[in-house]
């Protein structure tokens, strides 16, 4: 299947965003999670919490470029310490990443409208529990508001 990258996917992916629970929405470009290619395009409107996680699978590093909008890219010590808040900006030099595999890292949508593409290997396996940061909130969790606070002001102090 040909996916034409346009005005009327990102719009709708971004309204999809911004009405879904989770403040994201996922368009897979690969077909089957067999597949040895993940490719997908990802929509995500600020206040969308990614919690903090790694792929420890060594074929697994993480390639994110955002085509519209702005997205903060957090890289973390072992010990949940920040190392990098990275903004990128669609349109910009500083628009993409490559997350090794084993590096803790997360997310955070900084502009509404906020769409990227994201490259992994597949095949697709959801995150074992030691892949998940036992320092970071959970998705759903009580103090996810004010972790998120703390995120994106070290991606301010990176502005």
């Excluded at 993480?62 to 349109?91: H, I, N, S, W, Y």
């Excluded at 502009?111 to 959801?126: H, M």
Aim: hydrophobic share 45%; with cysteine.
């Amino acid at each position: 299947m040909t996916t034409l990258f346009d005005a009327a996917l990102f719009s709708d992916l971004c309204a999809r965003a911004a009405s879904a629970p989770r403040l994201r929405v996922h368009h897979n470009l690969h077909t089957q999670n067999e597949d040895p290619c993940h490719r997908l395009l990802v929509a995500i409107a600020p206040g969308s919490y990614v919690a903090p996680h790694r792929h420890l699978d060594a074929r697994k590093s993480e390639l994110l470029v955002v085509l519209q909008g702005e997205l903060g890219v957090l890289l973390f010590a072992g010990d949940g310490k920040v190392e990098r808040a990275q903004r990128l900006r669609a349109g910009t030099v500083e628009c993409g990443i490559d997350i090794a595999p084993g590096q803790w890292h997360c997310v955070v949508a900084l502009q509404p409208q906020t769409v990227f593409l994201e490259c992994k290997a597949g095949p697709y396996q959801p995150l074992g529990a030691e892949e998940w940061a036992a320092w970071a909130p959970r998705e759903g969790e009580e103090e996810v508001a004010s972790y998120l606070c703390a995120l994106q002001a070290s991606l301010e102090s990176a502005a």
